[in-house]
């Protein structure tokens, strides 16, 4: 490898032509759109040290969601372009008065540390604790056991977690989560390594992404210095591999992960593999490591019920205490955005961010104004008649009594009902809702809204109907 891969810069000149380049690279990738509203007030702060870049953002807002969203791509990125730089940190801009936009945790994250491999000859890579040689892993603060909503979807995959990072001889290892995308597999992980930590004070916990773990090894092989690589990760008393689908077809970097593995496993070490399918749907990683996976513990999470992203939207809301967000709102992103728990945080953080920008109020108006793009990608196609299906069905009715001019009581309510939830559920205009419901005026359909909103507050039955029947049109 040529010698100038090493030399750092006397000056400020590469690094700013590598930011050029970074965003540049970003735009591309990532749409004009997206960079505009969260990439491009990024700004190059002073880190102090030539081999670790600063970036600044302007409120603690968009801080957490580049750190969500971006933290590794930034950090490969400047790489690519200037391989001594050995971390990247992203971090909100010191003002004189506090950001317009709300910090999202109770107290700001302490900026994630991305870190190259260890160096030749060197300690451990990334920040140390105390002075002494413990690497400190890149863990997300606010993924702990505490913060993580558990019902019968991903209760035996939340047992299986807390009984990995007990401290005492290992009961199991290694530990595979498997889930879709958002649903709680990083978060488990970042648990994990947060409670081991705590209860076993010096140990060394090293968490990375597949993806990670292959950029590394890669940078090993074309430094010729495998060896501080493989001493540095089977080092580890817990190790932390995300999104194992990320190697397949990767032969190298699965030769030299199913020799990680074994060697963790030899020593008795907690291993924690995450996917986003079970070990023998992997396609393309190799059968020896399928194998490996099999011997520990399989858990699996499944798909969010509705009262559970119902409650890990309460949670998320117990960190705004300076924001209100009605409960008909929260109940809308519980039922519309069904699969997938980072898009319903997304979704509720932007819905708080676009309020705020606007200083408009959150209602349930604005937030499927703001939401739309949203709404209508996740949402499955739920149809006014399938409505009035299930809600004639439930009450015990004919589909036509709720399109027709009956106004006793026994009828009215359930058409109100059956409104309210077209509202909800549906992406169509009071108009065509009203048309759907024998050509009633749009008036019509906002007072059933308004007074199914009410009564929810005040009246179980009714709160209990509606949530039935939204659990069911969402099935």
């Known amino acids: 490898m040529p010698l100038s891969q090493f030399v750092v810069p006397d000056d400020g000149d590469d ?42 953002l302007p409120s603690a807002f968009m801080t957490n969601w580049v750190r969500s969203h971006y933290a590794d791509r930034l950090f490969h990125e400047f790489r690519a372009v200037l391989p001594h730089v050995r971390a990247v940190t992203i971090e909100t801009a010191p003002t004189r008065e506090a950001p317009a936009v709300i910090t999202m ?16 000859g060197g300690g451990a890579a990334g920040a140390h604790i105390g002075g002494s040689d413990v690497e400190r892993p890149a863990l997300e603060a606010r993924y702990t056991f505490e913060r993580f909503v558990v ?34 597999k990083t978060h488990l992980m970042h648990a994990i390594g947060h409670s081991f930590m705590a209860a076993v004070p010096g140990a060394r916990v090293i968490a990375m992404s597949a993806e990670r773990f292959m950029f590394d090894f890669v940078a090993a092989l074309r430094a010729r210095d495998t060896f501080a690589f493989k001493a540095r990760l089977r080092s580890a008393d817990l190790l932390l591999i995300d999104d194992l689908q990320f190697i397949a077809g990767k032969d190298a ?31 393309g ?33 117990a960190d705004l205490t300076d924001t209100t967000v009605p409960c008909d709102v929260l109940d809308m992103l519980a039922a519309r955005i069904t699969g997938n728990i980072r898009e319903l945080e997304g979704a509720l953080n932007r819905v708080v961010a676009y309020a705020q920008l606007t200083g408009e109020t959150i209602d349930l108006d604005f937030a499927l104004a703001t939401l739309g793009d949203v709404l ?30 009956r106004r006793a009581r026994a009828v009215a309510r359930p058409r ?28 019509t359909v906002i007072h059933a809204v308004r007074r199914i909103e009410e009564l929810r507050d005040s009246d179980r039955e009714v709160d209990g109907a509606v949530r039935t029947l939204m659990r069911e049109l969402e099935g």
Not at 17 to 45: I, Y
Not at 105 to 120: E, F
């Open 15 to 56: 690094l700013a032509r590598a930011w050029a380049r970074v965003r540049t690279n970003l735009r591309e990738s990532a749409g004009a759109r997206l960079f505009d509203q969260w990439l491009k007030p990024m700004r190059l702060g002073d880190s102090g040290d030539h081999d670790r870049v600063s970036l600044t």
């Open 105 to 120: 945790t109770p107290a700001a994250a302490p900026a994630p540390v991305v870190a190259a491999p260890a160096a030749s």
């Open 151 to 184: 019902d019968a979807s991903n209760r035996v995959a939340f047992n299986a977690a807390k009984a990995l990072a007990e401290p005492g001889p290992v009961r199991f290892s290694p530990l595979f989560l498997h889930s879709g995308t958002g649903q709680g």
């Open 253 to 283: 970097t699965q030769e030299e992960f199913f020799h990680t593995v074994n060697e963790i496993m030899t020593a008795g070490k907690r291993l924690v593999i995450s996917a986003d399918r079970c070990p023998q749907a992997l396609d």
């Open 285 to 317: 990683i190799e059968q020896r490591i399928i194998g490996r996976m099999a011997i520990g513990l399989v858990a699996d999470i499944k798909a969010p019920s509705l009262e559970l992203r119902r409650t890990i939207l309460d949670r998320k809301m």
């Open 376 to 405: 209508r990608g996740s949402q499955r196609r739920v149809t006014i008649d399938e409505i009035q299906k299930l809600v004639s069905t439930h009450f015990d009715l004919k589909p036509m009594d709720l399109i027709s001019a």
């Open 416 to 443: 109100q009902i059956a409104m309210y939830l077209s509202k909800r559920l549906t992406t169509r205009s009071l108009p065509e809702i009203g048309r759907k419901f024998g050509g009633r005026d749009h008036s």
